[in-house]
Nanobody, 119 residues
Framework: QVQVVESGGGLVQPGGSLRLSCVVSGSRFSIYAMGWHRQAPGKQRELVARITNTGSTNFADSVKGRFTISRDNAKNTVFLQTDSLKPEDTAVYYC?????????????WGQGTQVTVSS
């Protein structure tokens, strides 16, 4: 059974930083991509950042230049470094992994970690 576990959320002042981590375990399949979405109250879930197994990255326009994504393939771990945080970054951040299975690509999701940016 695939498990996706996030950590690193919390309360931070505007301009501060947080480092989110996500560990994937139990996957029998190769991992194609890992990344983060977020969902703020009353808003739709949106992609924040994504990194493939070749290191290719994508970022939401709202976080470009402030957030960095990296991964440790050997440990099935992905990190999201969030800098220069703004109140509008407040959301639940969800880690996901896209696995390449015999049936095609399948996404697995974590339970989410709360990030609150407030003074």
């Amino acid at each position: 059974q695939v498990q996706v576990v996030e950590s690193g959320g919390g309360l931070v002042q505007p301009g501060g930083s947080l480092r989110l981590s996500c560990v994937v375990s139990g996957s029998r399949f190769s991992i194609y991509a890992m990344g983060w979405h977020r969902q703020a109250p009353g808003k739709q879930r949106e992609l924040v950042a994504r990194i493939t197994n070749t290191g290719s990255t994508n970022f939401a326009d709202s976080v470009k230049g402030r957030f960095t994504i990296s991964r440790d393939n050997a440990k099935n771990t992905v990190f999201l470094q969030t800098d220069s945080l703004k109140p509008e970054d407040t959301a639940v951040y969800y880690c996901y992994v896209t696995a390449r299975t015999s049936a095609g690509f399948v996404d697995y999701w974590g339970q989410g970690t709360q990030v609150t940016v407030s003074s």
